[in-house]
């Protein structure tokens, strides 16, 4: 069964430009998450949602980050404009079921530059 | 919410010792501890998890202990090898929130063969 499907894995583009993520869950979960990574601030999360629905978005930076979850197999995370603050790696994650106590399964992230 | 400290940040041994890794979280309502672990350019991995109702959990090699009083938890390896060379992340729900993890910042773990 494949993963967390997470595309592009590496995207540089350049201060002011649009930047969007894509992640597929893994199939039959109902719980998708979207986390950033950097080195000062660690694992972080920005936003979840539950059988497509957002939850929690108290995590988003600012108004430049918006996400949504059209159907169960897909969601997005754009950023607009994009800032070089921004640059990080950003993972999607999923897990079946409502509460804190279910797996979330990482995908393999993508490293966003934004010069 | 939630507040985890992890503790140490870099640990480094020598192939076939023994590493231990701890966290203290602050809300007193988690129930739930799950251990993390993050190669190089890869996402991290559930890698062992211990829920409130006991005290120890073992997985081969990997064990994880929860003292609730003192509100801490640990991450115990033994017998390491060069590939448990990575990150490791603790984490904890933010109370009884749903799907709402806050992690530790990580331990850099390398074994020297």
């Known amino acids: 069964d494949a993963g967390v499907i997470q595309s592009p894995r590496h995207e540089v583009t350049e201060m002011g430009q649009e930047v969007t993520l894509r992640c597929k869950p893994i199939s039959g979960h109902n719980s998708l998450f979207w986390y950033r990574q950097t080195m000062m601030r660690g694992l972080e999360l920005l936003i979840y949602f539950n059988n497509n629905v957002p939850i929690d978005d108290s995590g988003m930076p600012e108004d430049r980050f918006s996400a949504k979850m059209p159907n169960a197999s897909f969601s997005t995370l754009k950023i607009q404009p994009s800032e070089p603050r921004d640059s990080a790696v950003y993972f999607c994650?999923?897990?079946w079921g409502s509460g804190a106590q279910e797996t979330q399964y990482f995908g393999p992230g993508t490293r966003l530059l934004v010069l | 919410g939630e507040n985890v400290e992890q503790h140490p940040s870099t640990l480094s041994v020598q192939e076939g010792d023994s590493a231990v890794i701890k966290c203290t979280y602050s809300?007193?309502?988690?129930?739930?501890f799950p251990w993390y672990k993050q190669e190089l350019g890869k996402g991290p991995q559930l890698i062992i998890d211990?829920?409130?109702?006991?005290g120890e959990k073992k997985d081969q090699r990997i064990a994880v202990t929860l003292n609730k009083t003192a509100k801490h938890f640990s991450l115990h390896i033994t017998e390491t090898q060069p590939e448990d060379s990575a990150v490791y992340f603790c984490?904890?729900?933010?109370?009884?929130?749903?799907?709402?993890?806050?992690f530790g910042q990580g331990t850099i773990l390398t074994v020297h063969p």
């Open positions: 994650a999923s897990s």
């Open positions: 809300d007193s309502a988690s129930n739930y």
């Open positions: 984490a904890a729900p933010r109370g009884t929130s749903y799907g709402k993890l806050t």
């Open positions: 211990i829920r409130s109702n006991v």
